[in-house]
């Protein structure tokens, strides 16, 4: 069992900066695929970005070359820096997690956090 806190939303003007966080329970946390899904109102759920155990990463093309994920297995944290931040980024934003291997699908992950909101002023 997993269990999974998201930090670090906020309110942020178009070209800033936010890092959210993800903390986890459980001593197995280097074992799982971990990733940051968002979902804006009125919209599904969608992909942003997945680490997997071994570090291998994928984002969404919509935020390619302006967010980073990244993982600390020693801390069992996953963080999801977001630079250059847009209007269209607003969204509430969850930390999900599955064993081992990383997917871009939402119903791949068994594991979810509460979600932390994001909003970008325009």
């Known amino acids: 069992q997993v269990q999974l806190v998201e930090s670090g939303g906020g309110l942020v003007q178009a070209g800033g900066s936010l890092r959210l966080s993800c903390a986890a329970s459980g001593r197995t946390f280097s074992s799982y695929a971990m990733g940051w899904f968002r979902q804006a109102p009125g919209k599904e759920r969608e992909f942003v970005a997945t680490i997997s155990w071994a570090g291998s990463i994928d984002y969404a093309d919509s935020v390619k070359g302006r967010f980073t994920i990244s993982r600390d297995n020693a801390k069992n944290t996953v963080d999801l820096q977001m630079n250059s931040l847009k209007p269209e980024d607003t969204a509430v934003y969850y930390c999900?997690?599955?064993?081992?291997?990383?997917?871009?699908?939402?119903?791949?992950?068994?594991?979810w956090g509460q979600g932390t909101q994001v909003t970008v002023s325009s």
């Open positions: 999900a997690a599955r064993d081992r291997w990383p997917s871009r699908r939402i119903n791949d992950y068994n594991y």
